[in-house]
């Protein structure tokens, strides 16, 4: 019976580790949880700056128009329902462990691109 609840115990401390791997609490983490707490600390309005203070430099950045359909980058399309269509915005892209984080900055009023703040915030896990 002592094998039996050994077994038992293992086998519950596994399954347990493993549904906390699995679930990320929506905001991903991969390797990197102290990452994703700080992205999930951006705000809505946050300058540039203060993203950078606060995250590092991105990987990436990449720019576009608002528009319905857009499937690229992700989280893109969900600006239609924030900006006027042809907006301009500019995302930043970081890669952390087994997610992609993406802060989009925008300016409603035609405000120059330094000046520009967040609007959005994606997060993309990685696809095996």
């Not at 549904?19 to 946050?46: E, H, L």
């Not at 000046?115 to 696809?127: A, F, G, L, Y």
Request: proline fraction near 8%; include cysteine; charged fraction near 15%.
């Amino acid at each position: 019976m002592r094998i039996g609840n050994h077994v038992l115990h293992v086998t519950l401390l596994a399954l347990v580790g493993l549904i906390a791997g699995c679930s990320s609490g929506g905001g991903g983490g991969g390797a990197n949880p102290a990452f994703a707490r700080s992205f999930g600390d951006v705000s809505t309005g946050s300058t540039k700056d203060q993203v950078r203070a606060q995250m590092g430099a991105p990987d990436g950045k990449r720019t576009g128009h608002v528009e319905p359909l857009r499937k690229e980058p992700p989280g893109a399309a969900d600006l239609v329902q924030i900006l006027p269509p042809n907006t301009p915005f500019e995302v930043w892209v970081y890669s952390r462990g087994e997610t992609d984080y993406y802060i989009y900055f925008a300016s409603g009023s035609n405000a120059p691109r330094e000046q520009w703040t967040v609007v959005s915030r994606h997060t993309v896990p990685h696809t095996h």
